[in-house]
């Protein structure tokens, strides 16, 4: 079975320019995670969905960030404009029914973004 | 919300030497502790977790203790081996509630 795709994993812009990150979790998941994992740091929420619904977005920049879950299944991860600091690893992750009852979250390769 | 502390940041150990990482957790609700291993430029990867209804738990060369009165929780690697070798993320969440990461502990496993 495969596991959580993310595309691309390398993207390289400049300043002030659009990029956005797609997520396809594992078939059956209904909970998806972005997450945002800087150089030497430990993964910090941006988004969780529960199916379509966005149930914890309080750490994403909405100035900036968007994200949608259209039907349940994959999702886009948007950034316009980009600024210098957005450079980082973005994560993707999907579990069967959150944290709680299944445990394990299974995260893509990630997205690593250079801003310059 | 809830905060993770994880300590040492970096970590070298001989080969065959123990290995231990120490979370502490500030949301005395928090009921579930797993911990992650990342090798270099690759995904994170469940390798144990932890309820809160227990205190220890053991898979192989691996094992986790928790201390719910002190808050605090830790991974135990013994007889590591080089390719123990990679950033290990303890993390914490309670309910249906987010998963909060640490920022990592870097193990290096020397031959």
């Known amino acids: 079975e495969a596991g959580v795709v993310q595309s691309p994993r390398y993207k390289i812009i400049e300043k002030k320019q659009p990029v956005a990150f797609w997520c396809n979790p594992i078939s059956g998941h209904n909970t998806l995670y972005w997450y945002l994992q800087n150089l030497g740091q430990g993964p910090e929420l941006l988004i969780r969905y529960e199916n379509e619904e966005a149930v914890d977005d309080s750490q994403l920049p909405k100035d900036r960030f968007s994200a949608e879950r259209l039907k349940g299944v994959d999702s886009t991860l948007k950034i316009q404009p980009a600024e210098l600091g957005d450079s980082a690893v973005y994560l993707c992750?999907?579990?069967?029914?959150?944290?709680?009852?299944?445990?394990?979250?299974?995260f893509g390769e990630g997205s690593r973004l250079t801003v310059l | 919300g809830e905060n993770v502390e994880q300590h040492p940041s970096t970590l070298s150990v001989q080969e065959g030497d123990s290995a231990v990482i120490k979370c502490t957790y500030s949301?005395?609700?928090?009921?579930?502790f797993p911990w992650y291993k990342q090798e270099l430029g690759k995904r994170p990867q469940l390798i144990i977790d932890i309820r809160s209804n227990v205190g220890e738990k053991k898979d192989q060369r691996i094992a986790v203790t928790l201390n719910k009165t002190a808050k605090h929780f830790s991974l135990h690697i013994t007889e590591t081996q080089p390719e123990d070798s990679a950033v290990y993320f303890c993390?914490?969440?309670?309910?249906?509630?987010?998963?909060?990461f640490g920022k990592g502990t870097m193990l290096l496993v020397s031959p």
């Open positions: 993390a914490a969440s309670k309910g249906y509630s987010t998963l909060t």
């Open positions: 992750a999907s579990s069967q029914y959150g944290t709680s009852v299944t445990g394990e979250l299974f």
């Open positions: 949301d005395s609700a928090s009921n579930y």
